[in-house]
């Protein structure tokens, strides 16, 4: 609660012939018990106006500072003062460059008076300021015991190198691998392709190396011959329970590096193909383990890399949605009868399907690239064919492609495979549309099909967590079970904070791409670490001091928040009350706004501090005079950059809007919306970012959830007898700047149709 | 659907084809500018984008039956606008080169004309032969010339050593015979390869062979005509045109001198022919004289131009192979030794005389005995091919 505020202007930042003294004079009027400094400066982004402020804080024992000028994304850094609350209010951007007159036309710039609705904008804008700052208060977290060390789930190339990498940074590492040896898939490679400049040549993994400096590396624990069983707690105090050889034992732990890599697709899909046909049609997994053995005596081989002939026979939209469905329906089954109290038995979905070939071609193609060569290097007259229908090399693969090309013994073709045939002893491969100008049927001794790489999160949990939102990742349907939260800012990053996927757990890769991958979400372990022992939450709001706060007095155990909370971070006990996890929580808000009895705040954001704002919003008692009034709740993340930029590049809207940020949409509780009408306001735009199956939400379900709480308030609203229509949510994404005032603009063109609120006045 | 055709690479033919100057053949990647930026290939199966596959899988029947190598002039365009460096102009060029050293009967000078190391033994037969030949005539104190010396005393005259009634014409005769035989049998495996494939409907009446030959002398080879639809007319591209025009009507012009000699000095022996008699060394004021000295100039012309011109190449864009510096080189010597003989004929220099009309055997030796095998074989099969599509119907 900042009792004692000082409120300062930006003049250089506001323009329109806005009266900034007028403004501050108001100011100074209506809060004089709590603002004691109201302050004008000519420019206020300055080192001498920062002194200045610095030394009001220090004379009048300042807790908060209201700075009106630029927009919040504007010199952030600059205004930045030790254990003093700062709120930003956007005059510049959020009222004079996006101000437009009623009739639509624009501002003059250099005009002497402002419009009476833009002073009356920026009135309401610095009093919602004031009220921001008067209800938050300065989060100060508890700060429990952690541990640094880091589990690796993984003992492959990706789970070897994360495991290296964590402990060159000083954390102490636990590793985790199912056989009884180290390696993984790389082990069995008879060569990779090449993983350094210039990247022309096939070379040996060097795998043999990793393992050594793993096992002499004291500060690594390798377990061998164990899984994990359990994983309880939170990041920074997780225990797991890991199963060996001599019994289960308890490893206290901070983070997770997720690298369990991958299982080999049912070969059943490739019939098509002629797998199963012939012992001489094998999997390029199969054919690495002869090449590893020098078992191959083939002269002409093929490489099979389109695999057209193995999918469905109709792939259209109409079948995609309709597995989508039974996806759907079965990834939420296990759910169901847990909610309703029964005993069910925990089923895992199944999420291998024929679709992880195409998925695994951009590695199928580099590796058919690389076995081809082991083929030229048999003999002079050996041949190898590569018929692809998309050869996808990635990034500097390209030049292991070209180098491939350069062998007089690989031939390459884009083909149609029509079918692969037994012909005595060989193999006939028919293909149509191919370069050599048509149809042609090849002789071959060996039929090499590429090998669906399948995550191993799509076959079981793996993970264990003793969560109360079940033991795996949510939703990896969406993602035909690879670890990943189409996170595309934020790779690595799963639905569970502490836990990260790295290599073919997460997407198909060759063992760069994996070491790389492992870097990264061992950076992303000791980041969680690092700041979980500071008590700030880790991403995507990394640093953020606040931590959703329960008054458990209040709580109806309606689990809502347990079930909503897109991060699984709320378990809960026999009778329902809700267990905060603060490492867990991503600081979204999503739980306070499920909670109907508005049981959970943040100190620096909360119901009522919302809802105020809202409610001081000067509403006309008669439309037709002083104009609608309407709310605009939008996403800090994307809507309101969008907001920003439009105003910034000359795209105004409507004058009778007031935008309010929030933290993520899914953080909107319906009594904003309910205050909003009982004050009068004639509509709420509820502005976030996109849903559904391709998501865009920093927190992955807010927006999804926001969309489905609308359906009950419009119900609601519909009851009391306001149109529902006057609540809408729009989907907006930080580059639709060029929309956005159309969306207000057609709203307020509504809102104008069905007049003012039947609320308005009471 | 249409029957597959069954593909049946040859890795070793790769090889070859790379060996003999195609050695980025296996960069394409089947864009087709090539066959987009070439400004003689029709619209229909254009070149040289279906030779890259073709000889990128070692297709080696479908390359060898294939006529459009011939019909390339090695403008190089392709080769410039490649994205890849695939060089495509390089390649028609090396699939020239394999027929040159597959076509001709006598694998083995075949073999010796691919590559510098074959040079050794080229130069050795001729240098052999024409060794032996002056060893008998200072042997025989021939035309009593010789007088105990290895070079004949008095005037300068090369003819005292190799004399042409008993030398010259019996050796080059010979050698006459040789070139037309192995031409007639490349010319004939030629057509056989290249066979009824692409060969076009006629109306009317089809046109005779010879008809065709007269036009393609006429209207392509003399003006040049697709050397000037070859590419822009820019400096360098002018450059070639000309190179090539100088030696073509220079070699024509020595081609004649030499003809009419050989006509005159047997011929003009019959009484009826007395007054054609010729004998060498000609008058300088004999027209056969000046013709040959004109030759002579647009031979060093030409083959400036040309060196010039392979000098200055780009090599990411085009690379010039064994086939054409040996082409180049053994016409540089055969222009050279012949002007030198004359300057120390009249000189007086006896001894650099004779031993530089000696070099001048050797080389013209090799200029026209492997004719078949070497580049200078496009003289006959590129005209072959050309006439031959010509009357099947296409041009």
């Not at chain 1, 402002?114 to 921001?132: S, W």
């Not at chain 1, 899984?227 to 105090?237: K, V």
């Amino acid at each position: 609660m900042a009792t004692k505020i000082g409120i300062y202007f930006d003049q250089s930042a506001i323009g329109g012939g806005l009266d900034v003294e007028a403004l501050a004079e108001g100011a100074e009027q209506r809060w004089s018990d709590i603002a004691p400094v109201v302050k004008l400066f000519p420019v206020l982004a300055a080192e001498s106006a920062r002194k200045e402020i610095a030394q009001d804080i220090e004379e009048n024992e300042l807790d908060g500072v209201l700075i009106c000028g630029t927009s919040a994304r504007v010199d952030w850094d600059l205004y930045r003062f030790d254990n003093v609350q700062v709120e930003r209010v956007s005059l510049r951007e959020g009222c004079v460059m996006a101000y437009k007159n009623p009739d639509g036309s624009l501002l003059d710039p250099d005009g002497e008076e402002a419009p009476e609705l833009l002073r009356l904008m920026a009135v309401d804008y610095v009093n919602m300021g004031v009220i921001k700052l008067q209800k938050s208060n300065v989060p100060a977290p508890e700060i429990s015991e952690s541990t640094r060390r880091i589990l690796v789930l993984g003992g492959g190339w990706t789970g070897i190198t994360a495991a290296l990498a964590a402990a060159k940074a000083k954390m102490p590492v636990t590793l985790v691998e199912q056989s009884a040896e180290l390696g993984g898939r790389a082990k069995g490679f008879l060569k990779t392709i090449p993983l350094k400049a210039p990247h022309d040549k096939v070379q040996d993994t060097g795998l043999e190396a990793k393992i050594q400096e793993l096992t002499a590396n004291g500060d690594i624990t390798v377990l061998t011959k164990s899984t994990l069983t359990r994983l309880a707690g939170s990041p920074g105090a997780y225990t797991a329970t890991i199963a060996g050889p001599s019994g289960e034992q308890s490893v206290e732990v901070g983070a997770v590096v997720l690298a369990t890599g991958w299982v080999s697709q049912d070969k059943k899909v490739l019939e098509p193909l002629g797998y199963g046909k012939s012992p001489n049609i094998v999997t390029a997994e199969e054919f690495e383990k002869m090449a590893k053995t020098g078992g191959i005596t083939a002269r002409r081989v093929a490489f099979i890399l389109d695999t057209k002939l193995c999918m469905p026979a109709c792939d259209c939209d109409g079948a995609q949605a309709e597995e989508a469905v039974t996806a759907d329906v079965a990834a939420s089954q296990p759910e169901a009868p847990a909610a309703e109290g029964e005993e069910a038995p925990y089923v895992y979905e199944d999420m291998e399907s024929v679709k992880h070939l195409p998925f695994s071609n951009a590695v199928s193609s580099v590796v058919a690239l690389k076995q081809a060569g082991y083929v030229a290097d048999l003999a002079p007259d050996a041949i190898a064919y590569i018929l692809y229908d998309s050869m996808v090399v990635q990034g500097v693969h390209e030049r292991f492609y070209k180098a491939a090309q350069d062998n007089p013994s690989i031939m390459l073709t884009k083909a149609d495979i029509r079918e692969v045939a037994v012909d005595g002893g060989g193999l006939l491969v028919r293909a149509d549309n191919t370069l050599l100008g048509g149809s042609i049927e090849l002789a071959v001794d060996l039929v090499v099909l590429p090998t669906g790489m399948v995550p191993t999160t799509a076959k079981e949990p793996i993970m264990q967590f003793e969560y109360r939102q079940g033991p795996a990742f949510p939703d990896l349907s969406l993602f035909n079970g690879y670890a990943d939260s189409n996170y595309i800012c934020f790779p690595y990053e799963t639905r569970r904070t502490g836990v990260y996927a790295a290599g073919c757990v997460r997407q198909p890769m060759t063992l760069d791409s994996a070491e790389e991958d492992a870097y990264g979400a061992a950076l992303k372990a000791i980041q969680c670490i690092e700041s979980v022992n500071r008590g700030v939450a880790v991403h995507p709001r990394s640093g953020d001091l606040s931590y959703p706060v329960f008054n458990f007095v209040r709580c109806t155990q309606c689990k809502r928040c347990t079930e909503e909370c897109p991060f699984g971070a709320l378990d809960d006990d026999e009778k329902g009350t809700p267990k905060p996890n603060p490492t867990r929580c991503r600081r979204c808000g999503t739980c306070m706004g499920a909670c109907p009895e508005r049981v959970i705040s943040f100190d620096n954001y909360n119901i009522d501090q919302i809802g105020s704002m809202i409610r001081d919003i000067k509403v006309p008692d008669n439309m037709d005079v002083g104009g609608p009034r309407v709310v605009i709740l939008a996403c800090e993340n994307d809507a309101l950059p969008a907001f920003d930029m439009a105003a910034m590049r000359g795209m105004p809207w409507s004058p009778y809007v007031r935008i309010i940020p929030v933290r993520c949409l899914g953080s909107v509780n319906a009594i904003w919306v309910a205050d909003a009408m009982s004050k009068g306001i004639d509509g709420v735009m509820l502005m976030g970012c996109k849903y559904g199956d391709d998501y865009q939400c920093h927190f992955v379900k807010g927006s999804e959830i926001c969309n489905r709480r609308k359906e009950n308030i419009a119900e609601t609203l519909d009851r009391l007898g306001v149109e529902p229509d006057r609540v809408a949510q729009y989907q907006v994404a930080i580059d639709d700047y060029n929309a956005v005032p159309a969306m207000v603009d057609e709203f307020m063109k509504m809102i104008f149709e069905k007049g003012p609120n039947p609320f308005k006045g009471y | 659907m249409a029957q597959p055709l069954r593909i049946e690479p040859d890795v070793q033919f790769i090889r070859e084809l790379q060996a003999v100057g195609g050695d980025s053949l296996k960069k394409c990647y089947q864009c087709a500018t090539c066959s987009v930026a070439c400004p003689i290939s029709p619209a229909d199966n254009p070149y040289p984008r279906k030779e890259m596959i073709w000889a990128q899988w070692g297709l080696k029947d479908r390359l060898l039956s294939d006529a459009d190598v011939w019909l390339c002039h090695n403008c190089g365009q392709c080769s410039d606008l490649c994205p890849r460096g695939a060089k495509p102009a390089d390649l028609m060029s090396a699939m020239r080169n394999m027929a040159y050293q597959k076509l001709a009967p006598c694998p083995s000078i075949g073999k010796w004309m691919s590559s510098s190391k074959g040079l050794l033994i080229l130069t050795a037969i001729p240098a052999v032969i024409f060794a032996v030949i002056w060893a008998i005539m200072a042997a025989i104190d021939f035309g009593g010339n010789f007088k105990g010396s290895i070079f004949p005393q008095g005037e300068v005259v090369p003819g005292k050593i190799f004399y042409g009634d008993y030398t010259i014409d019996p050796v080059f005769i010979l050698v006459t015979i040789f070139v037309v035989s192995a031409f007639f049998t490349g010319v004939k495996n030629l057509i056989k390869s290249i066979g009824p494939v692409g060969s076009t409907m006629m109306l009317g009446k089809k046109k005779n062979l010879l008809v065709c030959l007269l036009e393609v002398i006429t209207l392509e080879i003399l003006p040049h005509a697709k050397f000037s639809q070859c590419g822009d007319n820019t400096e360098e591209k002018k450059f070639r045109k000309y190179g090539h025009m100088c030696l073509l009507f220079g070699f024509i012009a020595l081609a004649v001198v030499t003809g009419c000699f050989f006509l005159g000095h047997w011929l003009g022996r019959i009484e009826a022919f007395r007054p054609i008699y010729m004998e060498v060394p000609l008058s300088f004021a004999n027209p056969f004289k000046i013709l040959a000295q004109l030759g002579m100039v647009l031979l060093l012309v030409g083959l400036t131009l040309l060196t010039v011109r392979r000098k200055n190449q780009d090599p990411a864009k085009q690379t010039s192979s064994w086939y054409d510096w040996y082409l180049l080189g053994v016409i540089w010597v055969v222009a050279l030794t012949g002007m030198f003989t004359q300057f120390f004929r009249l000189a007086d220099w006896a001894v650099l005389t004779y031993i530089i009309y000696y070099l001048h055997l050797v080389s013209v030796f090799m200029l026209l005995a492997y004719l078949p095998w070497s580049k200078l074989g496009h003289l006959v099969y590129r005209t072959a091919a050309i006439t031959y599509i010509r009357y099947m119907g296409r041009k």
